[in-house]
């Protein structure tokens, strides 16, 4: 394994200039927010525009997306060979034409309730969610964030900022509304009636990437399960295929002699087709099941340590395991860009072997329908023996990546794992806020996973802190047996002492349990 050693930029204390140029960029960052604010609107009233323009700040603003651990990439160009663009359109100008369409982004208006919390928590998460929906392939047009204790019941904004909405809908030409929250089909429908548009809300969204992005038949089936259990409560009937029964006869309506029965609506039908595929899909992803479990299992067996990279989506995992592995993974500046979960297997300076497996992003309010269909892929985190926490230490609100991932972790009980907390990203953050997570995280890593800085340190910690062989032994191995002293070199065991004698290698060692079994006739001291 290649390791750099390039040192890194936060082991050395600031300097008083350096500490001084912190603060005044945190001052002048802090004026141009007022000014910019001016005389704006109260947030309790509710606002509009929190966007700020340009790019998500939940995508990373980094000038280079990929390094040269990172390989050909050649899943990123087969991902982007068709992209839609903003700004063409098919729209056909003469409507007699057998079809009208349209091919264009999607133009979508993003709509929050800010409940609790600060003004700046509220903005960083509809700013996440513009970046959602970029992700999926829209154009976001405006944002608008109102100030409430709790959502409306009926219309989640109240029927005031609705109205407001639909203005906004209106004037920009937006055909989708995307809602950061999880909606109830009433407040959806309730909200849709008003504005006139398409309204999603943040769940769906996040469906929706992970239904564009599953490229293995296992990530495939438990994206699916998870809409259809999203759809399932949310399944509307339209105008009479809500009252289309087989009963009996009554007048001229009813199916007749041969049709006369209890009846079934249209919508129960839809309902019971959608049970039937949920449980399809659970027999299939329970079929999957037992070939990780079995790959899981001889991992277990030969004692090899495993150590999981988990974090927020887009805060490098991908890419950390590629600098790592060299594994090629596909890496892109994206919100949930790699799905199916990748295990590679390296090796310690000393030579102690482990295994690393990249693991799929989390994100606040993670849609529990996703935990639980992905719960068979997020065993790889319980199960593992040290978990790599990945921050993004670039975005706005790093703890409060930190607090939603370990929410999540609480939800597949990996809570109590042993974990490294690694800060990514430290070429393109404020050194005042990496300093303010090392004070709070005793047990971290200030990496770069793009420049190498900070990788050999981390790589000391994993060393450290996996399981490493503890029986210790002192063999001779007659020359006969040269397979048993390629065991040592090969397997999990570390050779303390080496020397060749009349009869045999003399070897003290420290081997797991079942290579010791194995040494226990060669064992001088036995």
């Given at each position: 394994?290649t390791?750099?050693?390039?040192?890194?930029?936060?082991?050395?204390?600031?300097?008083e200039?350096?500490?001084?140029?912190?603060?005044?960029?945190?001052?002048?960052?802090?004026?141009a927010?007022?000014?910019?604010?001016?005389?704006?609107?109260?947030?309790?009233?509710?606002?509009?525009?929190?966007?700020?323009?340009?790019?998500?700040?939940?995508?990373?603003?980094?000038?280079?997306?990929?390094?040269?651990?990172d390989?050909?990439?050649?899943?990123?160009?087969?991902?982007?060979?068709?992209?839609?663009?903003?700004?063409?359109?098919?729209?056909?100008?003469?409507?007699?034409?057998?079809?009208?369409?349209?091919?264009?982004?999607?133009?979508?208006?993003?709509?929050?309730?800010?409940?609790?919390?600060?003004?700046?928590?509220?903005?960083?998460?509809?700013?996440?969610?513009?970046?959602?929906?970029?992700?999926?392939?829209?154009?976001?047009?405006?944002?608008?964030?109102?100030?409430?204790?709790?959502?409306?019941?009926?219309?989640?904004?109240?029927?005031?900022?609705?109205?407001?909405?639909?203005?906004?809908?209106?004037?920009?030409?937006a055909?989708?509304?995307?809602?950061?929250?999880?909606?109830?089909?009433?407040?959806?429908?309730?909200?849709?009636?008003?504005?006139?548009?398409?309204?999603?809300?943040?769940?769906?969204?996040?469906?929706?990437?992970?239904?564009?992005?599953?490229?293995?038949?296992?990530?495939?089936?438990?994206?699916?399960?998870?809409?259809?259990?999203?759809?399932?409560?949310?399944?509307?009937?339209?105008?009479?295929?809500?009252?289309?029964?087989?009963?009996?006869?009554?007048?001229?309506?009813?199916?007749?002699?041969?049709?006369?029965?209890?009846?079934?609506?249209?919508?129960?039908?839809?309902r019971?087709?959608?049970?039937?595929?949920?449980?399809?899909?659970?027999r299939?992803?329970a079929?999957?099941?037992?070939?990780?479990?079995?790959?899981?299992?001889?991992?277990?067996?030969?004692?090899?340590?495993s150590?999981?990279i988990?974090?927020?989506?887009?805060?490098?995992?991908?890419?950390?395991?590629?600098?790592?592995?060299?594994?090629?993974?596909?890496?892109?500046?994206?919100?949930?860009?790699?799905?199916d979960?990748?295990?590679?297997?390296?090796?310690?300076?000393?030579?102690?072997?482990?295994t690393?497996?990249?693991?799929?992003?989390?994100?606040?309010?993670?849609?529990?329908?996703?935990?639980?269909?992905?719960?068979?892929?997020?065993?790889?985190v319980?199960?593992?023996?040290?978990?790599?926490?990945?921050?993004?230490?670039?975005?706005?609100?790093?703890?409060?990546?930190?607090?939603?991932?370990?929410?999540?972790?609480?939800?597949?009980?990996?809570?109590?794992?042993?974990?490294?907390?690694?800060?990514?990203?430290?070429?393109?953050?404020?050194?005042?806020?990496?300093?303010?997570?090392?004070?709070?995280?005793?047990?971290?890593?200030?990496?770069?996973?793009?420049?190498?800085?900070?990788?050999?340190?981390?790589?000391?910690?994993?060393?450290?802190?996996?399981?490493?062989?503890?029986?210790?032994?002192?063999?001779?191995?007659?020359?006969?047996?040269?397979?048993?002293?390629?065991?040592?070199?090969?397997?999990?065991?570390?050779?303390?002492?080496?020397?060749?004698?009349?009869?045999g290698?003399?070897?003290?060692?420290?081997?797991?349990?079942?290579?010791?079994?194995?040494?226990?006739?060669?064992?001088?001291?036995?």
């Amino acid at each position: 394994m290649t390791n750099t050693n390039q040192p890194n930029p936060q082991d050395r204390s600031l300097d008083e200039g350096e500490i001084q140029a912190v603060i005044d960029r945190i001052l002048a960052n802090d004026r141009a927010a007022a000014n910019k604010a001016g005389a704006a609107r109260p947030i309790e009233a509710g606002s509009r525009g929190t966007l700020g323009g340009g790019r998500a700040q939940a995508i990373s603003q980094l000038s280079e997306e990929h390094s040269a651990y990172d390989g050909e990439q050649q899943d990123l160009a087969e991902r982007r060979a068709l992209r839609r663009v903003a700004g063409l359109s098919t729209e056909l100008e003469d409507v007699t034409e057998v079809e009208y369409r349209q091919l264009r982004l999607e133009r979508v208006v993003l709509a929050g309730v800010w409940t609790e919390g600060t003004v700046e928590e509220a903005e960083n998460s509809l700013r996440e969610l513009a970046a959602l929906a970029e992700t999926a392939g829209s154009e976001v047009l405006d944002g608008v964030l109102q100030r409430r204790l709790k959502p409306d019941p009926g219309t989640f904004l109240g029927s005031g900022k609705a109205q407001e909405l639909k203005d906004i809908v209106a004037a920009t030409g937006a055909d989708t509304v995307v809602v950061d929250s999880e909606l109830s089909p009433s407040q959806r429908r309730g909200l849709e009636d008003i504005v006139k548009v398409k309204v999603i809300d943040r769940t769906a969204l996040i469906l929706d990437i992970f239904a564009q992005h599953a490229k293995s038949r296992e990530g495939k089936a438990q994206v699916e399960l998870a809409q259809l259990e999203y759809l399932l409560p949310r399944l509307r009937g339209w105008g009479e295929s809500m009252s289309r029964q087989a009963g009996g006869r009554v007048g001229a309506a009813g199916g007749g002699i041969g049709s006369r029965g209890p009846g079934e609506t249209k919508i129960e039908l839809d309902r019971r087709r959608i049970r039937n595929r949920m449980a399809k899909l659970r027999r299939e992803i329970a079929a999957m099941k037992p070939a990780r479990e079995t790959k899981r299992a001889n991992r277990k067996r030969n004692a090899v340590p495993s150590v999981a990279i988990a974090g927020y989506t887009n805060a490098g995992k991908s890419s950390l395991l590629n600098r790592f592995t060299d594994a090629g993974v596909l890496v892109e500046n994206a919100l949930f860009a790699t799905l199916d979960p990748t295990v590679r297997k390296t090796e310690t300076a000393d030579g102690v072997g482990y295994t690393l497996a990249d693991t799929v992003g989390f994100v606040r309010s993670l849609p529990t329908q996703l935990v639980e269909a992905f719960r068979s892929t997020l065993e790889e985190v319980a199960d593992a023996d040290l978990i790599l926490h990945v921050v993004d230490v670039s975005h706005p609100d790093p703890e409060g990546q930190i607090h939603a991932v370990r929410e999540v972790f609480r939800e597949v009980d990996a809570q109590n794992v042993p974990e490294i907390i690694v800060l990514n990203k430290a070429d393109a953050a404020d050194p005042f806020v990496i300093e303010r997570i090392r004070q709070r995280e005793p047990n971290h890593a200030v990496v770069s996973a793009r420049t190498g800085a900070g990788i050999p340190e981390l790589l000391e910690k994993i060393s450290a802190a996996i399981p490493r062989p503890e029986v210790r032994l002192e063999v001779l191995i007659p020359y006969n047996r040269g397979d048993l002293v390629s065991r040592l070199h090969n397997e999990d065991a570390e050779i303390l002492e080496t020397e060749h004698v009349a009869e045999g290698t003399r070897l003290v060692v420290k081997v797991r349990e079942g290579l010791a079994s194995d040494l226990a006739p060669f064992n001088l001291h036995g």
